[in-house]
């Protein structure tokens, strides 16, 4: 922050003449240009990264400059945009009347023209880089130039509108030309970002604990702690709201004086502008509004990324800032070059001194810090004392240590780690882990304790510590964290693998120590692997505790079905839906396929349909409709219901049913078999042909030992030259009720 006032300082003292502030425009739009054609090359060339960089995916066919960010490439150009076009305009000669004639009388119209050609670059690589944000931006800063122009110069001018729309139109037709539906596309996109709501809000917990702030540069340690309501590994360096991480670090105080300081230095130059005369200082009024919608470019910009975290950025904003306040501001704006010249030069000469050895120790740290984000280790012991002052360096030779079994120079390393960054979490972990296996085991447990306060509501390291801590033998916190995975619907497998071990296999205890809201996961578990004494007892206790998810219900009764335990999937059926005898026998409600429902399969090659119809029913509402294509001479028992029943019992089903030119001599028909038992088969008489609603049914008594019989619809397979089976059939009201003459 200081280094930037310094430079704010020295820019307005050492650049205060017009040729000094032409010289230093051409610079910024020289870069700016070759920035956005370098932009639009890598749009037309998706496989094209940034110079050597080529490994983030995720961005490439989008204009991105020398930026890795495309986000941070197009605030550099909503920046730069607007102050070019406050110079092209600049150039013209608007002494004399304001008209397109005037425009064009400059010295050197070349000039306009390929600047013209440099901001319709500018516009399509801002365009093509597909940053909402930015182009928004960008469109609320040309506004903003408009507005000012106007109150500047009590009228818009043909001029600047001939200049607005040949850009508009060179825009409009390369843009036409390379192709507009990405841009479209991605404006379309609203749910990419929708974790960025989830910083936010996690950040204000910050700001409540630290409201003077947690010191510049120091977000992504502290955050990790913070954030509770995502759930990545992945550590967040920028809040994504330059706003919101100036209040994070610097807090309220330095919120208020920085942000508070901006808006009135922004309104101020506003109310300013309106006092400025164009034909008085064109260069001064065009390069004032040009640079101040720059600025409100990046305010609105700021509100959801962190540009102004960005070096390059951050100084291309304070330069903004400077030329504002050299233009509107500063008295000593003049043609004429300041006196004593030695006394310049010396002053001159000793800031960039200054800068220049700044620049040297920045250069030196930052490619120490590229060896660290790309992870490019020696592990000498030279190294480690060259990189003694970053933390990551430290904790990654602790990790090459621990790896080749050497406890002793781990702990070392993951020590001098958190001594440099106390929040440090995978270091502390580390650590806990080295002081055990050196047999500290007290130590330890109290590292590991001291990380559990910490996080105790973060997702990031909660299975490590989960295992961390059952190897350290810490009941409570194991249990709690087991817990908190499964209610985050995290790791679920793993935690319940992880449980089911730790408890010696004791699903009784593990039914107890359970939140009553992680049982039906735990039932889901056990259900997975078939274990089923286990799972009837974890739902006795999801009984007991009053748990009425109606799908826990049905998953359950259709495990139990599958085990063929009828008895108690037919008590738990009707005690949930109340049904007696066949379920959904009308087909008035969806077929669910699960539980004592009807089931049914669809066939991929189309050889029949099987759908609910609202037409032709009989009774009600609804009936199932069948379908057969005639494409084949299928064996078809694709339509079936498990039905519960009694032992020793005489019953009785019937049917509605109605066809439609069913072909072949061998038609559907219905039939009735033991479901867990044998010695039960009965079936009617097939549906062929044309036919209106009719009625049939099917008497059979059920075997002993009996609790389920299957009533299926099927066809067997024709041996005629003409076996493949066409036609519709409907069915309806199926009723299955107790003989009451027979069992007399």
């Known amino acids: 922050m200081l280094s930037l006032f310094m430079f704010s300082l020295v820019f307005r003292k050492c650049c205060t003449s017009p040729r000094d502030l032409k010289l230093l425009i051409w610079i910024l739009l020289g870069v700016a240009s070759i920035e956005a054609l370098y932009g639009l090359i890598q749009a037309l060339v998706p496989t094209l990264g940034v110079l050597w960089v080529d490994y983030y995916e995720s961005a490439l066919g989008n204009s991105r400059g020398t930026y890795i960010n495309r986000n941070h490439f197009a605030g550099f150009i909503e920046m730069i945009l607007p102050l070019g076009l406050g110079y092209t305009l600049a ?80 825009v409009s037709f390369y843009s036409l030309k390379i192709g507009i539906d990405p841009i479209l596309e991605r404006f379309l996109k609203v749910g990419e970002d929708t974790s960025r709501i989830d910083f936010w809000r996690d950040s204000l917990a910050i700001v409540k604990d630290h409201p003077f702030g947690i010191g510049f540069g120091t977000f992504k340690q502290v955050f990790p702690i913070y954030n509770v309501s995502t759930f990545s590994d992945v550590t967040p360096y920028y809040l994504h709201n330059d706003y919101l991480q100036l209040l994070v670090e610097a807090g309220w105080i330095g919120f208020v004086a920085l942000f508070g300081g901006f808006y009135i230095f922004l309104v101020r130059s506003f109310h300013r502008i309106r006092h400025m005369s164009l034909q008085a200082d064109p260069l001064r009024f065009f390069l004032a509004i040009g640079a101040l919608s720059g600025l ?52 001159k000469g000793s800031v960039t001194l200054v800068l220049v050895l700044l620049s040297g120790w920045l250069l030196v740290h930052n490619w120490q810090h590229r060896t660290i984000f790309h992870k490019d280790y020696t592990f000498t012991t030279e190294e480690a004392k060259k990189f003694k002052h970053f933390p990551r360096a430290l904790y990654a030779h602790g990790l090459k240590a621990w790896f080749q079994n050497d406890s002793v120079t781990a702990a070392r390393f993951f020590h001098q780690t958190v001594s440099q960054d106390i929040f440090f979490i995978d270091a502390w972990l580390k650590l806990a882990q ?67 071990t730790h408890l010696a296999g ?58 063929k335990r009828v008895p108690p999937a037919a008590e738990i059926w009707r005690s949930h839906t109340g049904i007696e005898g066949m379920t959904n026998s009308g087909f008035e409600d969806e077929i669910t396929c699960r539980g004592f429902d009807w089931r049914y399969a669809t066939d991929n090659k189309g050889r029949w349909v099987i759908r609910r119809t609202m037409f032709d029913a009989l009774a009600g509402t609804h009936s199932l409709k069948i379908r057969f294509e005639g494409k084949e001479n299928i064996s078809f028992a694709h339509l079936y219901q498990i039905v519960p029943v009694d032992p020793l019992t005489p019953y009785w089903l019937s049917y509605r049913w109605r066809s439609k030119d069913i072909t072949t001599d061998q038609g559907p028909f219905v039939d009735i078999y033991g479901y867990d038992c044998k010695g039960l088969y009965c079936r009617s008489d097939m549906m062929l042909g044309t036919h209106d609603w009719q009625e049939q049914s099917i008497e059979f ?38 003989n009451v003459l027979l069992s007399h």
């Open 91 to 170: 150039l013209g000669n608007w002494q004399e009347k304001i008209n397109l004639k005037a425009l064009m009388s400059s010295d050197r119209p070349n000039f306009q023209f390929f600047l013209s050609i440099g901001l319709a670059i500018m516009v399509m690589s801002l365009l093509f880089s597909k940053s909402r944000a930015g182009i928004t931006g960008g469109i609320i800063g040309f506004l903003t130039f408009v507005f000012l122009m106007r109150c500047g110069s009590k009228g818009l001018p043909w001029s600047f509108w001939a200049v607005t729309f040949a850009i508009i139109g060179l």
């Open 296 to 347: 409100v470019s990046m305010a609105f910009h700021s509100f959801f990324d962190f540009n102004l975290q960005i070096p390059a950025n951050c100084v291309y904003f304070v330069t903004l800032i400077s030329i504002v306040h050299i233009c509107i501001w500063q008295d000593n704006y003049t043609y004429k070059i300041t006196t004593r010249p030695l006394k310049r030069i010396v002053y």
């Open 506 to 563: 004791s699903v009784t205890v593990a039914a107890h120590v359970l939140d009553a809201d992680n049982l039906a996961p735990f039932l889901e578990w056990l259900m997975r692997w078939n274990r089923t004494d286990d799972a009837a007892i974890v739902w006795n206790k999801i009984t007991a505790a009053g748990i009425t998810d109606g799908d826990i219900h049905l998953k359950y009764i259709h495990f139990l079905i599958s085990k």
């Open 434 to 500: 080295a002081e055990a296996a050196l047999g500290n085991s007290d130590k330890a447990r109290t590292i590991f304790k001291f990380t559990d306060r910490l996080t105790e509501h973060v997702y990031r390291w909660k299975w490590r510590q989960t295992l961390l801590s059952h190897e350290l033998g810490i009941e409570t916190i194991f249990l709690r964290n087991i817990n908190f995975l499964v209610d985050h619907r995290k790791m679920v497998q793993d935690a319940f693998q992880l449980l089911d």
């Open 701 to 738: 008594s059920v075997p002993e030992n009996c609790h389920a019989v299957v009533i299926r619809l099927r066809r067997m397979p024709s041996r005629r030259f003409d076996n493949k089976i066409a036609g519709t059939l409907w069915l309806d009201n199926f009723k299955l009720e107790k």
